[in-house]
């Protein structure tokens, strides 16, 4: 995908979970956080629109396994940092995605 800064990107996953352990992914631009998406009430597809920001160049899209918020006390999932997606987040493996977008000048 390339464009100029201020083209649109849309991006569809399908297949995420609906569990409260796989149905979110947090979405960063960047390495900036943007926010996160959630399959629970979508049979799993989410779509994503974005708007491509920066510098021409590369500028990497990643979606990362989530938890949204939670109040069980034990085990401690919710209150327990996730550092990294693949070492602590307790679901069942949905995957990172990482696309990349080059924006171009006009």
Same mark, same amino acid.
């Given at each position: 995908m390339s464009g100029p800064a201020g083209t649109p990107i849309q991006i569809e996953i399908k297949g995420v979970g609906w569990t409260e352990y796989d149905n979110t992914y947090n979405l960063t631009y960047d390495n900036g956080y943007v926010g996160y998406v959630c399959g629970f009430n979508s049979a799993g597809?989410?779509?994503?629109? !974005?708007?491509?920001?920066?510098?021409?160049?590369?500028? !990497?899209?990643?979606?990362?396994p989530g938890i949204y918020r939670g109040k069980q006390q034990k085990p401690d999932i919710y209150l327990a940092p996730q550092l990294t997606y693949e070492n602590d987040h307790p679901g069942s493996a949905i995957p990172a995605i990482r696309l990349g977008f080059e924006v171009v000048n006009p």
């Open positions: 597809t989410v779509i994503v629109n !974005l708007i491509a920001s920066g510098e021409p160049g590369y500028h !990497l899209i990643d979606f990362y």
